[in-house]
């Protein structure tokens, strides 16, 4: 499908990418197909990448659009936010939302042990 590599491109991902391992978005519903899930409903085992599915035949599994009405999101663990933006900051922004989290609500969780030890205090 050589309409997915125009969306990557499209999209400011690097081209180099391995697409196997994109995700898609339906522009229609926002169901997301993971390689690395499939799709159970309709049959399609995990690690299937996204262009090797059947364009005459695959519909989202959610509004029944067709293969056309998917985006290129790109790859599961990568970094928020805009490629020139990465740099700023003190290294956060390349952290993967995943690690942002940890990030977050570990400092929370710090700061209310922090708090209740206070008690302890005479």
Do not use: W
Request: glycine letters at 10%; aromatic letters at 10%; one cysteine or more.
């Amino acid at each position: 499908m050589p309409e997915a590599a125009a969306a990557a491109d499209s999209a400011g991902l690097d081209p180099d990418d391995d697409l196997a391992s994109h995700r898609f978005e339906c522009r229609s519903c926002g169901f997301v197909y993971d390689p690395q899930e499939g799709v159970k409903k309709v049959g399609i085992p995990a690690g299937t990448p996204f262009l090797e599915l059947d364009a005459a035949s695959f519909r989202c599994p959610v509004c029944r659009s067709k293969v056309g009405a998917f985006m290129d999101i790109g790859p599961r663990n990568k970094p928020s936010g805009f490629e020139e933006n990465l740099n700023f900051g003190l290294g956060v922004n390349q952290l993967t939302p995943g690690q942002k989290n940890v990030l977050i609500f570990g400092g929370f969780a710090l700061a209310i042990a922090f708090f209740l030890s206070l008690y302890s205090l005479r």
